[in-house]
C-alpha cells in the first residue's frame, strides 16, 4: 500500500515538474533514510518524453480499442486504423517541422513502431475474421449434417418398422448384443394367408410387358394397397409377416397390447381385413380390366415368433396353427374366405354370416369342418345373439327350480 501512494505521489510530482521545470527531492513514506533526489529538467525535455513515449502508446490502446470489436469488417477497421495512424503521423510531422523535438531519431522510431503495430492489426483481424467466418460455415455444415443424420436415422427406423413388426423392432434397437435370438411365444393368434391364384397365368414375360416387368408392377400395386390398409385404425391389431409371390400373411394378436381375450378384436380385425381386402382387389380388376381372384384362409391357435438371421433378419411365425391356416388358404375356393371351427365359434357370437362348408380332407390333419366367411357382420344379427343367450339362461334356471334338483333363490 505504501509503495502505490509512493507511485501516485511520484507521478503528481513529475507532472508538476514538467509544468514548473525543477523537480525536488521525494522522500520514501516511512522510512526517512531513503530520499530520492531529482535533477532539475528544462521544459522541452520534458515536453519530449511525455510525446514521444505516450502518446504512441496511446494511439495503440485506440488501434487496439478499435481493433478488438469482431462485429467491425476488417475493411471498417483498416479504414479507422489507417484514419489513426495518419492523424498520428500528421501531428508527429507537424511537431517535427516546428523544431520543438530535442532528437529526432526517437520520434521516427515511434512512427515506425506505430505503423507496424497497425500491420499487425490488420493481419490480427483478418486472421480471426477468416476464423470466425470458418467456424459458422463449420458449425452451419455440422447442423446441416446432424439434420441429415436424424432424418438418415428416422429414414432406417421406418425401413426397420417395415421389416419387423414394431415392437420387434424397438427390442432390436435397445439391445446392445443383436446377434442374440429373439424369440416369443403368442398363445391366441388369428392368421391369414392369402393368394391370387390365377396371377401365374397372368404374367407372361413379352417385350410389350418388358419381359413381365410391368406384370410385377401390377402386382407391386396390389400388395401395396393390402399393406396401406394396415395403416387404418380398425386393423391395428394386424400385423403383416410377409409376401411370397402372389401369397400374402398377415397375423393379429402377437403383442399383449393386440391380444384381445375377452372381446376378440384382433380376431374380427383380421375378418374384417379379410373382407375388405377382397374389396380392393375388385376395384384393382375395375380399373386394370383384370379377373384376378382371391383365396383366403383364417386360423386362430398358439405360436412362435421370432427373428431369424442376423445380416438380413426376417420376422416370421411357426407352429400348427399356422401350418392349418396355410392349409384352409389351399383347400379353399376362389373368391371365399375359409376359416376353422374355432374362428366360426368367435366370428358367429359376433354376428358375422358364415356358412358351412362341411368336412374336407387336409394334409397333416385328417377330415376337418370349416366355413365361408360370407360378409361382414350384422349388428342386429349381434343383438339378438346376446338376448337370446339371456333368455337360454333364464329357463335353465327354472328348469333347474321345477325338477327340484337344485333350488336357488337370489334376492336382488
Not at 212 to 241: Q, S, T
Not at 276 to 303: K, M
Request: net charge negative; proline share 3%.
Amino acid at each position: 500500500m505504501d509503495f502505490v501512494m509512493f507511485g501516485l505521489q511520484a507521478t503528481l510530482e513529475s507532472i508538476r515538474v514538467c509544468g514548473n521545470g525543477t523537480s525536488p527531492s521525494v522522500e520514501w513514506p516511512g522510512n526517512s533514510s531513503v530520499t530520492f533526489q531529482s535533477i532539475d529538467a528544462p521544459v522541452d525535455v520534458c515536453y519530449y518524453i511525455v510525446f514521444a513515449d505516450l502518446f504512441p502508446v496511446l494511439v495503440m490502446l485506440v488501434m487496439i480499442t478499435c481493433a478488438v470489436y469482431q462485429i467491425l469488417t476488417s475493411v471498417f477497421k483498416v479504414a479507422i486504423l489507417s484514419l489513426v495512424v495518419a492523424c498520428y503521423l500528421a501531428i508527429s510531422i507537424y511537431e517535427a517541422i516546428q523544431e520543438r523535438d530535442v532528437e529526432l531519431t526517437g520520434r521516427w522510431l515511434a512512427g515506425v513502431l506505430v505503423v507496424f503495430f497497425m500491420a499487425c492489426l490488420i493481419a490480427h483481424s483478418q486472421h480471426t475474421e477468416a476464423t470466425y467466418r470458418l467456424d459458422f460455415l463449420w458449425k452451419l455444415q455440422a447442423t446441416e449434417e446432424k439434420e441429415e443424420m436424424e432424418h438418415l436415422k428416422a429414414y432406417n427406423q421406418k425401413l426397420l418398422a417395415n421389416i419387423l413388426p414394431e415392437h420387434v423392432a424397438a427390442h432390436f434397437l435397445s439391445t446392445v448384443n443383436s446377434d442374440e435370438l429373439y424369440h416369443e411365444q403368442c398363445d391366441f393368434v388369428c392368421i391369414m394367408f392369402a393368394s391370387i391364384p390365377n396371377f401365374s397365368e397372368f404374367y407372361v414375360e413379352l417385350e410389350a410387358n418388358n419381359e413381365g416387368v410391368e406384370c410385377l408392377r401390377l402386382l407391386n400395386e396390389i400388395i401395396a394397397d393390402f399393406d396401406e390398409l394396415l395403416a387404418e385404425e380398425p386393423y391395428k391389431y394386424i400385423e403383416k409377416i410377409k409376401s411370397t409371390g402372389a401369397t400374402y400373411m398377415a397375423a393379429s394378436g402377437l403383442t399383449r397390447n393386440t391380444c384381445d381375450m375377452k372381446d376378440y378384436k384382433h380376431v374380427t380385425a383380421m375378418a374384417d381385413y379379410a373382407l375388405r381386402i377382397r374389396e380392393q382387389l375388385a376395384s384393382v380388376n375395375e380399373h386394370s380390366f383384370n379377373n384376378f381372384r382371391l383365396r383366403v384362409g383364417i386360423n386362430i391357435g398358439p405360436v412362435v415368433a421370432g427373428v431369424i438371421g442376423a445380416r438380413k433378419p426376417q420376422y416370421d411365425i411357426w407352429g400348427n396353427a399356422v401350418n392349418v391356416a396355410s392349409r384352409m388358404e389351399s383347400t379353399g375356393v376362389l373368391d371365399g374366405i375359409q376359416v376353422t371351427q374355432e374362428v366360426r365359434d368367435i366370428l358367429a357370437a359376433k354376428g358375422y354370416p358364415l356358412t358351412c362348408r362341411g368336412t374336407i380332407q387336409v394334409k397333416g390333419k385328417g377330415s376337418m369342418v370349416t366355413y365361408f366367411l360370407d360378409g361382414p357382420r350384422d349388428s342386429m344379427k349381434t343383438n339378438n345373439i346376446h338376448s337370446n343367450t339371456n333368455e337360454e339362461k333364464v329357463i335353465s334356471v327354472t328348469n333347474s327350480n321345477l325338477d327340484g334338483s337344485v333350488s336357488i333363490n337370489v334376492t336382488v
